[in-house]
């Protein structure tokens, strides 16, 4: 049943904490620290972590997911690859979810989602092992009916939607795109919702592009990095999550006050 807006729950900003990584190894050694982050951005208001563990290692480490693991209070989400060695990283550390991505070795950030209906033979085993050690799976998934439809029939608890395509339309400023993409993302949203997943949503929404994705009631949380590590070198981390995070609960306000009108 897809949710109603004027009882949309409380939305979650997840901060991925990946590119004080990137920084970090650009010169090796221990600074900027991500773990010092991500304890930051539990002070700015973040209500989860997400660290993504890359086969290459370019950014996030295996002792930044220990250290995440021991040391801050926030719900971990751990962004990983459908492989062997991901999954045995996984069921180590056992985070309180993870969200299976695709992942190319040469790609500079997440490209596209995760095809779930081409896995089908292989998914729902992976999954079933990550939820059997009491872990949540999210798949990170384009706004696409068969992809939503594929995500619950191997019995993932989330879907992420893709909000890359929207985020590319609001730079390239055509209103129509804009406008298409939105819809895409609040059907899909509503689809996810009737099918009985939990909805989230993120990549590449900034200040400016965050309050339609916001407002869409059956989105409950939102994980956003690359865009709050970079605007933070400009005003602060704990001074862009606190304006994320209060961007973000306008939206829902604004939305469940029309509603409700």
Do not use: W
Request: aromatic content about 4%.
């Amino acid at each position: 049943m897809s949710v109603n807006s004027s009882t949309a729950p409380f939305l979650r900003l997840g901060v991925n904490i990946d590119h004080v990584a990137t920084i970090r190894n650009a010169r090796g050694g221990s600074h900027p620290d991500p773990v010092r982050a991500a304890l930051l951005a539990a002070e700015a208001g973040a209500d989860g972590i997400t660290a993504h563990l890359r086969e290459d290692r370019r950014h996030i480490s295996d002792d930044d997911i220990t250290r995440l693991m021991s040391e801050i209070t926030l719900p971990l989400n751990f962004e990983m690859a459908v492989t062997d060695e991901m999954l045995q990283i996984a069921l180590k550390s056992r985070p309180n979810a993870c969200c299976l991505v695709p992942e190319r070795r040469q790609e500079l950030t997440t490209e596209g989602g995760l095809d779930v209906r081409s896995m089908s033979n292989h998914l729902p085993d992976f999954v079933a092992r990550l939820k059997g050690e009491g872990m949540r799976v999210s798949l990170f998934v384009d706004p696409d009916d068969e992809q939503i439809e594929a995500s619950a029939r191997v019995r993932a608890d989330i879907v992420e939607l893709h909000t890359g395509p929207y985020c590319h339309a609001a730079i390239d400023g055509n209103q129509a795109h804009i406008q298409a993409e939105i819809d895409k993302l609040a059907r899909s949203a509503q689809h996810a919702a009737q099918a009985g997943l939990e909805v989230h949503a993120g990549h590449g929404l900034t200040f400016d592009t965050v309050h339609a994705v916001a407002a869409m009631p059956e989105v409950v949380e939102l994980n956003i990095g690359h865009f709050l590590i970079g605007e933070a070198i400009f005003g602060g981390l704990h001074s862009t999550i606190g304006r994320m995070r209060a961007l973000m609960d306008k939206a829902r306000a604004s939305a469940t006050g029309q509603a409700s009108a």
